[in-house]
């Protein structure tokens, strides 16, 4: 069964503080690995599209990475505008066209 | 980048009830998909949205409590019949685009059910 886990569920970060959100599945046939930011009554909005392993992608502070296993969302010197839910979905040739979200990390970069 | 306009975007309804939520789009997409995103979750898909065929339902979502509607390629409604509590939720709506790989999200209806 296709799975998606992210961790750590919640993440409270010093301003300027570095880190990483991680994104592990476990699917058959992965044809896209998505991070998502959402803020509080939003949307979530598209940050990135990962499709192989050893991919990168790169947006102002964040960075996500791509193995076999997982994917890591890494945050260089956060500001209290980074501050949202970051979200992991998976698209497999399971899901056709639909997507399978994880729970998502709250992250809070405080000043 | 592609717009998706949804409404209303927040709603307190009595039980027993029923809601529609409207989603524009503001370009063509062949599929729209509507999801439920409860509290302190993470978002479930209820259903995809073809134009000019029925919508194709997820397990545990059936057509008497969700129908959809999609009458042209820019637009969908969902309506959320006969409400109960349980039925308080963040309902999205979402299309894909050419050349952007990710879906774009509308802003969310939150519904309350009292």
């Known amino acids: 069964e296709d799975q998606v886990t992210q961790s750590p569920e919640a993440l409270r970060l010093q301003e300027g503080e570095s880190s990483s959100l991680n994104c592990s599945y476990t699917v058959s046939g992965l044809r896209g690995l998505f991070w998502y930011r959402q803020d509080p009554g939003k949307g979530p909005e598209f940050l990135f599209t990962?499709?192989?392993a050893g991919e990168e992608k790169e947006k102002e502070r964040l960075k996500a990475t791509l193995t076999k296993k997982e994917s890591f969302l890494h945050i260089t010197a956060p500001k209290p505008e980074d501050s949202a839910t970051y979200l992991c979905a998976v698209r497999t040739t399971n899901t056709g066209n639909q997507f399978y979200f994880g729970t998502g990390t709250s992250l809070t970069v405080i000043p | 980048s592609a717009v998706i306009s949804q409404k209303p975007s927040r709603d307190i309804c009595q039980r027993g009830t029923s809601l529609t939520i409207q989603c524009q789009v503001d370009s063509q997409v062949t599929m729209m998909f509507w999801y439920r995103q409860q509290p302190g979750q993470s978002l479930t898909l209820i259903a995809t949205a073809n134009q000019g065929s029925e919508a194709t339902y997820e397990s545990g979502f059936v057509i008497d409590k969700f129908p959809i509607s999609r009458p042209n390629l820019t637009f969908s409604t969902l309506t959320v019949s006969n409400m109960s509590p349980e039925d308080s939720s963040i309902y999205l709506c979402?299309?894909?685009?050419?050349?952007?790989?990710?879906?774009?999200f509308g802003s969310g209806t939150r519904l309350t059910v009292v």
């Open positions: 990962l499709y192989s």
């Open positions: 979402s299309a894909t685009f050419a050349g952007g790989g990710g879906y774009t």
